[in-house]
């Protein structure tokens, strides 16, 4: 199985700083786009920032210049450096990752796309 794990969250006032990290991890062949959504209270899930395995990004506008999304492919990991924060970026965050599993059972490679989520990552912001 493949797993995200996400780390980062906290508190923090208006106008800090506070960068996310995601590990991918578990029976990993191929790792496609990782991104971060994150979903407030009582508001659906949102897409807040990915990634694609070339570099390209695409950001929500309410996060446009103050957000960075960036990746380390060699550790399977994923950031999302949020700086300006405001308190309607209150919410909790969670990774997302597209990914080929691939298991072997008696000589016998299975692979598998699957996508995963993280448990999430509560960010605070107080004004």
């Known amino acids: 199985q493949v797993h995200v794990v996400e780390s980062g969250g906290g508190l923090v006032q208006a106008g800090g700083s506070l960068r996310l990290s995601c590990t991918a991890s578990g029976t990993i062949f191929k790792i496609g786009g990782m991104g971060w959504y994150r979903q407030a209270p009582e508001k659906e899930r949102e897409l807040v920032a990915n990634i694609t395995t070339s570099g390209s990004t695409k950001y929500v506008d309410s996060v446009k210049g103050r957000f960075t999304i960036s990746r380390d492919a060699a550790k399977n990991m994923v950031y999302l450096q949020m700086n300006s924060l405001r308190p309607e970026d209150t919410a909790v965050y969670y990774c997302?990752?597209?990914?080929?599993?691939?298991?072997?059972?008696?000589?016998?490679?299975?692979?598998?796309?699957?996508?995963?989520w993280g448990q999430g990552t509560l960010v605070t912001v107080s004004s």
């Open positions: 997302h990752a597209e990914a080929v599993s691939r298991v072997v059972d008696s000589s016998k490679e299975t692979y598998r796309y699957v996508e995963v």
